[in-house]
Nanobody, 120 residues
Framework: QVQLVESGGGLVQAGGSLRLSCAAS????????MGWYRQAPGKQRELVAA???????NYADSVKGRFTISRDNAKNTVYLQMNSLKPEDTAVYYC??????????????WGQGTLVTVSS
């Protein structure tokens, strides 16, 4: 079984910064992509940023230039550095991992979510 542990959410003023972390553990053979999604009240979950095992990244237009995703493959950990935060960034942020689990089974797992609140 694979588990994700997220940390780093909290309350911050507009213009401030936060860094989210997500560590994967358990029966993992390989991880292909790691990403961050968010869901604001009354809205659908949306992709914020993703990164492949090779380091290719993808960002939502709304966060380009402000957020940076990175990963430590040795630690199976993904980070999201969020700068110049805006009130509209307020949401629950979820970590997502896609790869191959032990036994060569397809793996996709979600974190429990961490709340980011940006005050104006």
């Amino acid at each position: 079984q694979v588990q994700l542990v997220e940390s780093g959410g909290g309350l911050v003023q507009a213009g401030g910064s936060l860094r989210l972390s997500c560590a994967a553990s358990g029966s993992i053979f390989s991880i292909n992509a790691m990403g961050w999604y968010r869901q604001a009240p009354g809205k659908q979950r949306e992709l914020v940023a993703a990164i492949t095992s090779g380091g290719s990244t993808n960002y939502a237009d709304s966060v380009k230039g402000r957020f940076t995703i990175s990963r430590d493959n040795a630690k199976n950990t993904v980070y999201l550095q969020m700068n110049s935060l805006k009130p509209e960034d307020t949401a629950v942020y979820y970590c997502n991992v896609i790869g191959v689990a032990g036994g060569y089974r397809y793996l996709e797992v979600w974190g429990q979510g961490t709340l980011v609140t940006v005050s104006s």
